[in-house]
């Protein structure tokens, strides 16, 4: 059986204790995309959704996700994020979400960055749902991560 590092000895949850490793500049990049009726483009880009401004409630939602990211997933460290930014994008018939955040530290900000994208991903179809329900959220993914003693990461690398 291979050494998990969130388990003990004992094969119980806990923290990984971080606190030798040296502080180092780490970034992460996810994505995640919604893809959406034509009904659902057509009132984004006629800029009349019921709810209101879509692009900035889901950026703001995807940013204070990344800072609750260690409240949400058991056994995350909280971090000091010293950037976050979430892009979206209407290519076609999808929102592409796309989150970056930063910090200098003791572990990576992979978990931030995807639950940013994911929650803003949320925030799309909460905001969207009164015109179809059939939107489907998915290709959540790392698109890449800086620092940290495994170095960098890049998908297809």
């Known amino acids: 059986m291979s050494k998990l590092t969130h388990l003990n000895s004992e094969g119980e949850a806990h923290m990984v204790d971080v606190s030798a490793k040296a502080d180092t500049v780490r970034t992460a990049i996810a994505q995640s995309q919604v893809q959406l009726s034509a009904d659902i483009v057509t009132a984004i880009t006629d ?81 969207c749902k009164g015109i179809d329900k059939g939107m489907i959220i998915g290709a959540t993914k790392l698109l890449r991560k800086t620092g940290g003693k495994s170095g960098d990461w890049s998908v297809g690398a």
């Open 47 to 127: 800029d009349r959704l019921p709810k209101g401004d879509l692009l900035a409630t889901a950026r703001i939602a995807g940013i204070q996700a990344a800072k609750k990211c260690s409240e949400l997933i058991p056994l995350c460290h909280p971090l000091p994020l010293s950037k976050v930014t979430v892009d979206i994008e209407l290519q076609e018939q999808s929102l592409v979400i796309t989150a970056l955040c930063k910090t200098t530290g003791k572990t990576g900000v992979e978990m931030e960055a995807l639950t940013a994208a994911s929650v803003a991903a949320l925030t799309v179809y909460d905001m």
